[in-house]
């Protein structure tokens, strides 16, 4: 201690990791992630290029507890699939032991501090048992033990997700859970105001996804509005039912959907209570039924529901509706604060977009949890989904050990701050100092005069480097300057540029361009940009032929030292295989994903060094993966074609 206040920072130890959402949130509050643990391959990828290197892709199961290191705090989320109420609930199901690894890595390593995330139905599963278990084997080694059920939305983050926090500690700290729910904040956020402002998929990283609206369930899709779903069994205005959709599951007649609108509000009466075990619902006989919807009822009637898959016999004599539908094809209310993010967030059979007939995109469901945009989400889109839905939201995390951290440092003025730590992926970082170590920002021939890098990047479409650069020096030793050059003859010009290709194409566009600039500022010259700010310099380069996104940024960044990153085939290439773009994003959707992961001040020196590395190393044909410097990020495998998606 120095002055009362800690120096050092605490150190944090985590199992069960998956892709770090509960270590984001001790990492954002100021902790330091010194060792952490999961068997997910494609999880730890993710982890790795977020957080750092610390992960370690194994089976605790089989690992030596002195390959663990003590830290200050053991985070852990042991796996909760056996606990959930959304699975089967096996008591066999070898998961549920997996919590015990856990105790037995804090028996032996005794951190300050135990932070244990799962699911509510762990306070059930078995009445109970496995989290008196937890509790009595904490306090047998010394630990005062606090738990509680915390939602999600009780804290600021759109989605209403019960999960227990298990927070156990070795220094006499008692109450600490209400210190924890005395953070709660009203009012509560909604899902717009999550994803409100990205409807628009591939405009930011992760928000792309492979199961466009399957044609066959387009016409049920269009018939559920927001905050209804697909449900036979339920009445009211939130279930949209099977026979409300004929262009899909067929047409009724009134009297057939009278009956089949019996059926459903009656199932569950109790005056139609029969033995044996149907679940939560009563089949009805014919008499029953009869009974509810009239004389014009008949047995002909109910026969040709069963055949168009309506109605199913359960057992003779005994009919319920075929199809329950219960929870299929929810689209989710802006207005409301989303449902617990799962898994399953991506298939629209599942989930509705609120506005679109889509799903959701992986990005969105990073959103509700509360992840920030330029934490990215690696391995196949299955899953993406499978981690983001299995992940702590960082933001419970974060305050969990924000209250830690006032304990440990004894008042809020500790020197490791209060303050959010700002969050730049670990591989982010990474790739750059490996790409500047490599290849230290070579000069790939950009002209720092605008005008000169206007003529250079149109002189180098479409052609090699070699000849487009041997063409612009010929062309500026027989114009040298710009006036003369404007004054120029087309043939002269195009047997100029016929080197490069497209000669005539080019010579029509460099005329037409110069004889635009010297007409909006009297000069051939664009030194009067300086003047301008960075949209309006974008929005005039954009209006000279031929110059889209990637040139006029290339004239920016080059020649006024503005923070963006233009993105050629080169770079397309690279950022593809590290799985940050998408194969269906247009430029503008490109340069936007890429602006929001790289940070302004490592925009020029990713961009010359991932060209260079794209032009020397990850070629499009024959890539030398083998002396790949950035392999480790790479989800290609050496000659792998990556999938549009």
Known sequence: MINGQLDFTPSVVSLFSGC?????????????????????????????????????????QNL??????????????????????????????DRNLLYLEALKIIEAKKPSFVVIENVKGLTSFQNGAILKKIIVELEGIGYGVEWSILNARDF????????????????????FMTKIESNKVQPERHLKDAIGDIEITSTLANHWHSNNLNSKYEKIVSKISQGQKLCDTRLGNRSVHSWQIPDYFGDTTELEKKILFAIAKNRRQKRFLKKGSWNDANPLTLDEISL???????????????????VTEKAPGL?????????????????????????????????????????????????????????????????????????????MAFLIALEIKKILGRGESAPFGLKQRKFIPYGITEINKIFREQYGSPNLGNKSNPLDELLYLYISQRTFEKAYQSVFYQLKRRYRAFESLRRANINDLTEILGPSGLANQKAETILQSLAKIYNDFGETSLRKLNKLDETSKLEYLLTLPRVGLKTAYCIMMYCFGSGVLPIDANIRRVCRKLGWLPGNANSLQEHNILHDIIPVKDR?????????HARNVCLPIHPRCETCCIKVFCLMKPGEKRKKV
């Open 20 to 60: 770090g959402g509960m270590d984001l949130g001790f990492y954002l509050a100021g902790f330091e992630i010194i060792w952490a643990i999961d068997k997910d391959i494609e999880a730890c990828s993710t982890y790795l290029f977020n957080l750092g290197k610390n992960i370690n892709c194994l089976d605790i």
């Open 64 to 93: 030596p507890l002195s390959e663990i290191p003590r830290g200050d705090i053991i985070i852990c989320g042991p796996p909760c699939q056996g606990f959930s109420y959304a699975g089967k609930r096996s008591p066999t199901d």
């Open 604 to 612: 020029h020196s990713f961009h010359v060094n991932c060209i260079t």
């Open 292 to 310: 509810l919807t009239g004389d014009e009822f008949s047995g002909a009637i109910l026969t040709n529901l069963i055949e168009r898959g309506y």
């Open 156 to 175: 600021g983050i759109p989605q209403n997700r019960e999960r227990v926090f298990i927070v156990a500690n070795r220094l006499n700290i008692s109450n």
């Open 319 to 395: 009919f319920d509706l075929k199809h329950t539908f219960n929870g299929k094809f929810r689209r989710l209310d802006y207005n409301r604060p989303s449902e617990a993010v799962l898994t399953n967030f991506g298939n629209i059979r599942n989930y509705i977009h609120p506005t679109i007939d889509r799903s959701f995109t992986v990005r969105e469901c990073a959103r509700i949890q509360g992840f920030p945009d330029n934490f990215i989400f690696r391995g196949s889109i299955n899953s993406q989904f499978r981690q983001a839905g299995n992940a702590v939201p960082p933001k």
